[in-house]
């Protein structure tokens, strides 16, 4: 297989194993588990803890001590097995250190991959700007194709999408070991702070970036509110008549995954937004489409509503998209060579570290203060919740941050750089 054809498949498996529970556990853990929207949302904090902590550690080793690929490789086989043993648990505190543990060792894996693909088309005299996006939209992909065979087999709702994702991880894990040699770069003289981003913290000093990163944490907080909760939402209309057979709660993994789609068309609409409006306003479109993603949830049903949860589907792609990105070029534009790359890692601490960390916790509070529980033989399970409250909160969530962002963060010519 050529160079080209094994990044590719990489990139597919490193994709395919986060994308076979992370849209459908939510709706695993409430309604087979019977956890409760706090407990749920804890679990899904744990993937800000794991941003927080691991990417810049593990970056140090490869670029210390292991080769990246070898790493990749160990990363994922400890991945595999904490997959394997959250299968077999029902507790809410086995869940949670299973899946701490995963997070662990599979959020750096994000990074490694990128280290790994960069090395070996540079070694093989490829251009990386040019032939590096072909490689990874098959991540996304591979992501899709996940969402729909954990949809089609029946296993959204079901442990076997831990086994799904696990054997999965368990192929990528071995097969990262025959991937190109990425040795570690030993001349570079890369000191912790800067590994961890915090050699960028001088940035805070400056008024406009402390602003850009606390609003990064706050919308941070939203990123993953629909993963986390989505698929619990959908299937909860399983227990009225009028939508039990509808395509959105028999589907309703395969109705989520038209965000993942969405997420690549406007990936390729970003250059001409940025043109257009530059980049403060495109950082709000994306604040706007967030209101949208979740209002648009809390008005939608699997039935005649469909049509609204189909276009909150699309929204998202430019609601995850357009802040992630012109939030890394605004990152790149204002800081110097020297902690540039320092500031790119506080940037994804701030969204996917503390934003995700605050975002988990607070929508777990948020969906139980408006569910109502009872115990039944001893476990705990959901009576009533109000969805449509739930999700219009988050949505004014959204709107409140999005009119502070455009009255307090002043910044003109933000489509400087790409007109040059």
């Not at 629909?226 to 939508?243: A, C, Q, R, V």
């Not at 012109?326 to 060579?337: D, K, Q, R, Y």
């Not at 919740?385 to 959204?398: E, K, M, P, T, V």
């Amino acid at each position: 297989m050529s160079v080209k054809g094994r990044l590719i498949a990489m990139n597919f498996l490193q994709f395919f194993v986060w994308g076979a529970w992370l849209i459908s556990l939510g709706g695993y853990m409430g309604g087979s588990l019977h956890f409760e929207g706090g407990q749920i949302g804890a679990i899904f904090a744990t993937m800000g803890i794991a941003s927080l902590l691991m990417p810049g550690f593990v970056g140090i080793i490869a670029d210390k001590w292991i080769n990246a690929e070898r790493l990749l490789g160990i990363c994922h086989l400890l991945g595999s097995a904490c997959l394997f043993y959250a299968s077999t648990v029902t507790s809410y505190d086995q869940m949670y250190w299973a899946m701490l543990v995963n997070l662990l060792v599979y959020m750096p894996t994000l990074s490694l991959t990128n280290t790994v693909s960069y090395n070996a088309l540079e070694n093989n005299k490829f251009d990386i700007v040019k032939d590096f996006p072909p490689i990874r939209v098959w991540g996304t992909v591979g992501f899709i194709c996940a969402m729909w065979a954990v949809d089609l087999t029946g296993f959204k709702h079901t442990c076997a999408q831990l086994y799904v994702s696990a054997g999965a991880a368990l192929l990528l894990g071995l097969y990262s070991f025959t991937l190109p040699q990425c040795p570690p770069a030993k001349s570079e003289s890369k000191t912790l702070l800067s590994s961890f981003g915090l050699d960028a913290l001088v940035l805070f000093k400056r008024k406009k970036m402390a602003i850009f990163f606390l609003f990064s944490m706050l919308l941070g907080a939203a990123l993953q509110i629909t993963n986390s909760y989505g698929d619990l939402f959908l299937s909860s209309f399983k227990d009225i008549p009028e939508y039990a057979n509808s395509f959105g709660v028999k589907h309703s993994v395969i109705l989520l995954s038209i965000s993942q789609m969405s997420e690549t068309l406007f990936i390729l609409a970003i250059p001409f937004f940025l043109r257009r409006f530059g980049i403060k306003q495109v950082m709000l479109i994306s604040m706007t489409a967030w209101v949208f993603r979740f209002g648009l949830f809390g008005l939608g049903n699997p039935g005649s509503g469909l049509p609204l949860l189909i276009l909150s589907m699309i929204v998202y792609g430019m609601a995850f998209d357009f802040f992630n990105i012109s939030g890394s070029l605004f990152v790149e534009m204002e800081t110097t060579p020297q902690i540039r790359a320092s500031a790119q890692g506080l940037f994804f601490m701030m969204t996917n570290g503390l934003g995700a960390i605050m975002g988990g916790y607070a929508s777990g509070a948020i969906v139980d203060l408006f569910s109502k529980y009872a115990t039944v033989a001893g476990q705990t399970q959901v009576v009533s919740r109000d969805w449509q409250s739930i999700w219009l909160i988050f949505a004014a969530y959204a709107l409140v941050i999005g009119i502070l962002f455009a009255m307090v963060f002043k910044y003109k010519n933000g489509s400087k750089m790409v007109k040059e």
